[in-house]
């Protein structure tokens, strides 16, 4: 209680201009009490006015006051500063090598307990409490103590940097925002910690979504190391039951099945286990890269924030797939009936069918996907549900039908701005990415119609009519350009004609399976006709897109589910 009073007491003898306890006080007309060096150095500024006013009461004097030492009051003052003495913390209050030392304590410094983004200083409990109690101060933003403050001041105007310039992508202060920023693209420092803050949330969602998407292909593929290994025993188990009851000859063809399997089995738990490993440092990183962000996220001080705030540029796309493929687990189980065939045709079995045995056996390959369907109702098995994105369709462009249905117009839609949209080029891309083995079906209708079928990255430039923009001239997109008599294929302005059948079908069929970076069109009608087919490499999710560069035309995703 003591303690707490000669607190108080030397909270009443502070100066309210340097916030110390008062040296060589002097006491002024109006009552209130500095520092002699304080008041002089106040009044010095208001030398050109020739009027001198009282920091606390703002009452007027002139001529300039003639001030001297308060005995009394400094004797006040050096008697509770030996009171205090008597009184100080323990040793853990003052501030150690690693703390952030009280900017108004003299001589041994205590701890701070806040840094003031106004004040840039850093103040203990004691000399804290004005900003808690004086009103002027009460406005101040206070945060957790900071050894940085200095990075928050101008080193050309010598202010404090409150702005940010999205031009050039650093803080400055006000004095920068009209003078050399003036005309750029500038915020203030809270507006845009408010929208970068908004941008780290989307990406520890995009990061948490990743991991989970990493986890569930970390189990599913230590669940195929598991039905490989299952069936390869099976396999070998099965086989050597069947050879050991073939003569001597069939001995060393039993010998090289089992060898053949155990290879083949090998080979490919070494590389799913790879893969695991990949994956679970892909987490592991990812993981990391989320604690970062959260901690990034909570820095109240929106400077240190921007200047610690890493480039939020869309994640570097995962090398590997985001689901994998789910298949009936039968991998050696076609050698075991390739074997029982082998046993029951002899010496026809041992040179007729040797060759597929072995093959039966090379097939096994746990991380490639099934063949490419042939008939439509294969491909109808990998249906995906097609909508539009309104937020990237061209003003001309008109949605219906759920957002399946696009329809170029004459007249300009009014619809909102958006960084997604395609401002000159008459396009439109799906709303949800494609992963995997996806099919669906276009149909278009229109005099002397046509359109524009395409895939892409998201990243595809929208603004402007470059060709980084248009579906099939650059390496972002792969289109097929048809219409009732014609067809071509696109991709990096590079033109491939495509044969067009005798059917007048204006209804396409589009097949992809982005893992094994296989890309087909198909004309359907009573069959399936294959247009152009594509192998490549795929490094980042696909966006179903459509152009149609014809007014009044109308393109619609079927409904093939």
């Not at 494609?434 to 990243?459: F, H, M, P, Q």
């Not at 792969?478 to 009732?484: M, R, S, T, V, Y």
């Amino acid at each position: 209680m003591e303690q707490k009073q000669n607190s108080l007491d030397l909270e009443r003898f502070c100066c309210m201009i340097c916030l110390d306890q008062l040296r060589n006080p002097v006491t002024i007309l109006c009552g209130h009490s500095y520092c002699m060096n304080c008041i002089k150095a106040h009044w010095n500024k208001e030398d050109e006015k020739k009027i001198y006013s009282c920091p606390q009461c703002m009452q007027v004097f002139n001529p300039r006051p003639i001030v001297g030492k308060n005995t009394i009051l400094t004797d006040l003052v050096e008697e509770l500063k030996k009171t205090r003495l008597q009184a100080a913390p323990a040793d853990h209050c003052y501030a150690g090598a690693e703390d952030v030392a009280c900017d108004v304590c003299t001589g041994r410094k205590l701890k701070s307990v806040k840094s003031c983004l106004v004040c840039l200083a850093s103040y203990c409990e004691e000399h804290l409490q004005p900003h808690y109690q004086s009103p002027p101060f009460k406005k101040h933003k206070l945060v957790e103590p900071s050894k940085n403050l200095q990075e928050n001041i101008c080193s050309v105007h010598d202010e404090v940097m409150k702005m940010f310039c999205r031009t050039d992508q650093q803080c400055i202060c006000y004095l920068c925002s009209v003078d050399q920023h003036k005309g750029h693209d500038t915020v203030t420092a809270a507006a845009e910690r408010t929208q970068r803050q908004r941008e780290v949330e989307l990406s520890l969602q995009e990061i948490q979504q990743r991991v989970q998407d990493r986890e569930k292909d970390l189990k599913e593929l230590q669940q195929e190391v598991e039905a490989v290994n299952v069936s390869a025993d099976k396999a070998v188990e099965d086989s050597g039951k069947i050879f050991t009851e073939m003569i001597r000859l069939l001995e060393k063809r039993s010998s090289d099945v089992k060898q053949q399997i155990r290879s083949t089995q090998e080979r490919e738990v070494r590389e799913v286990r790879d893969v695991e490993v990949k994956l679970q440092q892909e987490i592991t990183e990812l993981k990391q890269k989320e604690a970062e962000l959260k901690q990034l996220s909570h820095t109240q001080d929106h400077n240190q924030f921007l200047l610690n705030c890493p480039s939020l540029s869309a994640l570097r796309p995962s090398p590997h797939s985001s689901s994998i493929n789910v298949r009936p687990r039968r991998y050696f189980e076609e050698v075991t009936e390739a074997v029982i065939k082998f046993r029951g045709r002899l010496q026809d079995l041992l040179t007729d069918t040797w060759t597929n045995v072995i093959r039966k056996v090379t097939q096994v390959d746990v991380l490639l996907p099934r063949p490419e369907p042939q008939t439509r109702a294969e491909f109808l098995q990998y249906s995906q549900e097609i909508k539009l994105d309104p937020n990237t369709a061209n003003r001309r462009l008109l949605l219906s039908e759920g957002n399946r249905k696009v329809t170029t117009t004459w007249e300009y839609h009014s619809y909102p701005r958006h960084p997604d949209r395609f401002t000159d080029c008459c396009q439109v891309l799906s709303r949800e990415s494609l992963t995997g083995r996806c099919y669906w079906e276009v149909e278009w209708r229109g005099s002397d119609a046509g359109l524009r079928i395409a895939v892409t990255y998201k990243n595809i430039s929208r603004v402007g009519k470059s060709d980084e923009c248009r579906f099939g001239l650059n390496d972002k997109s792969w289109a097929l350009d048809c219409n009732q008599h014609r067809c071509e294929f696109w991709h990096k302005c590079n033109k491939t004609r495509v044969s067009v059948p005798g059917s007048s079908s204006s209804r396409v069929g589009v097949y992809l399976d982005h893992r094994a970076g296989l890309l087909s069109f198909y004309r359907v009608s009573d069959s399936m006709t294959l247009l152009h087919r594509v192998q490549t490499t795929f490094t980042q999710p696909l966006y179903a897109g459509l152009c149609l560069c014809v007014t009044e035309t109308e393109a619609e995703f079927c409904k093939v589910i």
